[in-house]
């Protein structure tokens, strides 16, 4: 299943509201622990999958990378990419996740941001990934934790007078999809355990070399008050793999 609730006007308006929308990279609470997990990308070839905006894409330019394609499956995300963009080095294409199909070795870095808990087969990405890198070539992503996807309700279990108890966690070993909400609209994420994240691209022929579980940095948590409850669970996971030589 391929979705593409960005395309859809009300929706998209709602997204393009949100602080990382407006502010870009340095309002996502992971920015700093993702853009630490981030190989030397000084002439180097990028894919960028799930590009949105093309913030990430943009920022491995300016760390000189050679050259970056970012693809998204919306219309509307590529639009404000190309709008933001004036480097003819960042070339956008629309192109869903799942159907990748780059030859082999074509890339020295594949990023993705956020995007991947929205497609049903990761294993599958994982070995199309793989075949798209160059020996000893960087996979580095983010999804929503699997403590945060595992109920689709994706909310805290609260008191009597509205204070944030704990943060519920059910099902965690069903696997599969999650109808949820996200900026008031339905959507589908695929919910996956540590395990399967971790063993896919074991199986996929790559090597984990980093793992992270970030929380907002104590600026972030100083200077947006709503932040406060953020580390008492986990939103994202971080992953950085190499592929084997």
Not at 7 to 36: C, H, I, T
Not at 43 to 53: A, E, N, S
Not at 142 to 171: C, K, M, N
Request: aromatic share 12%; glycine share 6%; hydrophobic share 35%.
């Amino acid at each position: 299943m391929k979705q593409n609730k960005y395309d859809d006007p009300g929706f998209f308006e709602k997204y393009s509201e949100m602080p990382r929308s407006v502010n870009g990279l340095q309002a996502a609470g992971e920015w700093p622990a993702f853009r630490a997990l981030f190989p030397e990308l000084n002439g180097k070839k990028v894919l960028d999958l799930g590009c949105g905006f093309g913030w990430h894409c943009r920022y491995a330019r300016e760390q000189q990378a050679r050259s970056v394609v970012g693809i998204d499956l919306s219309e509307n995300m590529l639009a404000r990419a190309r709008a933001n963009t004036d480097d003819p080095a960042i070339e956008y294409r629309r192109l869903a996740i799942e159907d990748i199909d780059y030859p082999e070795g074509e890339f020295d870095v594949v990023i993705s941001s956020l995007a991947l808990h929205y497609v049903e087969r990761f294993d599958d990405v994982c070995r199309k990934i793989h075949h798209c890198l160059v020996p000893g070539g960087a996979f580095v992503f983010s999804v929503e934790h699997p403590i945060f996807t595992a109920l689709a309700a994706q909310d805290w279990y609260y008191g009597p007078q509205g204070e944030r108890l704990h943060w519920p966690v059910d099902d965690y070993q069903n696997e599969g999809p999650r109808h949820t909400k996200f900026l008031v609209n339905d959507v589908t994420k695929y919910h996956r355990t540590m395990a399967t994240h971790v063993n896919s691209l074991i199986e996929s022929g790559f090597t984990i070399t980093n793992l992270v579980e970030p929380k907002p940095t104590q600026e972030m948590l100083e200077q947006i008050p709503e932040m406060k409850d953020e580390p008492r669970r986990p939103i994202f996971l971080l992953i950085a793999a190499v592929k084997n030589v």
